[in-house]
């Protein structure tokens, strides 16, 4: 079970910049946009808000607020981070900074938590003069921990993908 835990979390500190086939609707509204990351056997979706394209800048917002399903359950995991960007044409490049995130665990009476900080690269293309789409990668690391089966200073590698509908601006 222990080992299960260590990989259960380091899948989760993947999350920030692992994220797997997430597409946005047709009728998406502009500013918005969507990723999502595969840890251990689970599929997180997180949003991206705000998202906003230049002549030759890109800027998006990352928050993931789900539950990731475990062995032992669902463990609820947060975080927020800022992508930002050049655009050349149609090429999108950028980085993943600022990530923050908290992992929280329940077992019986006695609650838990775990943070985590990430960062990455990101890339992708623009289909259309406002919709892109691309992939992330990246790194995630446990920073403090009530769990002794979480590793700090270790950092797990995360990637995935994302689209979105960007606000011209």
Do not use: Y
Request: aromatic fraction near 8%; hydrophobic fraction near 45%; proline fraction near 4%.
């Amino acid at each position: 079970m222990k080992g299960k835990r260590i990989e259960l979390f380091a899948a989760l500190l993947l999350i920030l910049a692992s994220l797997t086939g997430a597409f946005l609707p047709a009728s998406a509204t502009p500013g918005q946009g969507a990723f999502s990351i595969t840890i251990s056997q689970s599929t997180l979706n997180g949003d991206l808000v705000n998202t906003a394209i230049k002549a030759d800048s890109v800027s998006m917002n990352m928050v993931l607020n789900g539950d990731l399903s475990t062995s032992v359950g669902q463990v609820p995991i947060t975080a927020n981070g800022v992508w930002v960007g050049l655009r050349n044409g149609d090429a999108l490049n950028g980085t993943i900074q600022d990530v923050t995130g908290t992992l929280h665990f329940c077992i019986l009476f006695w609650c838990g938590q775990a943070a985590f900080v990430g960062g990455g690269t990101w890339n992708g293309n623009l289909t259309t003069p406002s919709t892109g789409a691309g992939g992330f990668q990246g790194t995630i690391t446990f920073v403090s921990s009530d769990f002794s089966q979480i590793h700090l200073n270790e950092p797990a590698p995360v990637s995935g993908t994302w689209s979105a509908e960007f606000q011209l601006t």
